[in-house]
């Protein structure tokens, strides 16, 4: 891709875009020093959505340049929705950088399925092909269990014969299309963002309100990712 030289401030961040539990300081001062010093370093990534800039690779770049007293930072761009930004954040922390925490691989895990990454058109692609896809980092059957946790609407389509070795990749989920979920994601977050921003009684009856639209069936346990 086409390198070119943004303003830091022009560039945004979504803190759910990040996996990692924190940046490395370790890692930012090594980075600081570089560019300091001149150092070639790599550009930072970035996603074009909903009108901005937003950060998908180069964290840890991205702070160092700041601290270094930059206004300008080498950048590639690509356009991308928001649900897939989060994935190929996710996936870049993967494959390079500081190594995630074991904690950590869960999030990566999320941010491909609701990428709609465990579909191949209109069909499921298996766990142990998951597994592969996110470079190794969990069995199978630990994906299989976080399915079960995390989305199981999505792993009740994938039904009982995959835990058994059975591909899955013919077991198809009419439920919503792939466009319906990234939508549906998406104005899910950002109505999550708006949420957790309220001061505590509105943000009870915003929940409240959202189980009530939603109907009876909704009054379960909140799902650990909301």
């Known amino acids: 891709m086409e390198v070119v030289s943004i303003p830091i401030s022009s560039i945004a961040k979504r803190a759910e875009w990040q996996v990692r539990s924190g940046l490395d300081k370790g890692a930012v001062r090594r980075y600081q020093d570089a560019y300091i010093a001149g150092s070639n370093m790599p550009p930072v990534r970035l996603a074009k959505t909903e009108n901005a800039l937003f950060v998908i690779d180069g964290w840890h770049r991205l702070a160092a340049a700041g601290r270094a007293g930059l206004d300008m930072i080498d950048a ?33 895990f999320r941010a491909f399925i609701r990428a709609g990454k465990h579909r191949r058109g209109k069909n499921l692609i298996p766990y142990r092909e998951i597994a592969k896809a996110l470079h190794g980092v969990r069995a199978h059957t630990t994906i299989r269990n976080w399915m079960r946790e995390d989305f199981p609407i999505i792993a009740e389509a994938y039904g009982p014969a995959e835990p058994h070795g ?15 979920l990234s939508a549906a994601l998406e104005h899910l977050h950002s109505l999550a963002a708006i949420r957790d921003a309220l001061p505590t009684a509105q943000r009870e009856a915003l929940t409240g309100a959202i189980r009530y639209r939603l109907g009876p069936e909704w009054e379960t346990p909140e799902p650990k990712d909301f």
């Open 76 to 108: 590639t761009i690509e356009a991308a929705s928001s649900a897939e930004a989060a994935w190929l954040a996710a996936e870049a922390n993967l494959c390079h950088g500081v190594p995630l925490k074991r904690g950590e691989h869960r999030k990566v």
């Open 166 to 180: 059975n591909p899955g990749a013919d077991a198809t989920w009419a439920i919503l299309s792939t466009s319906d």
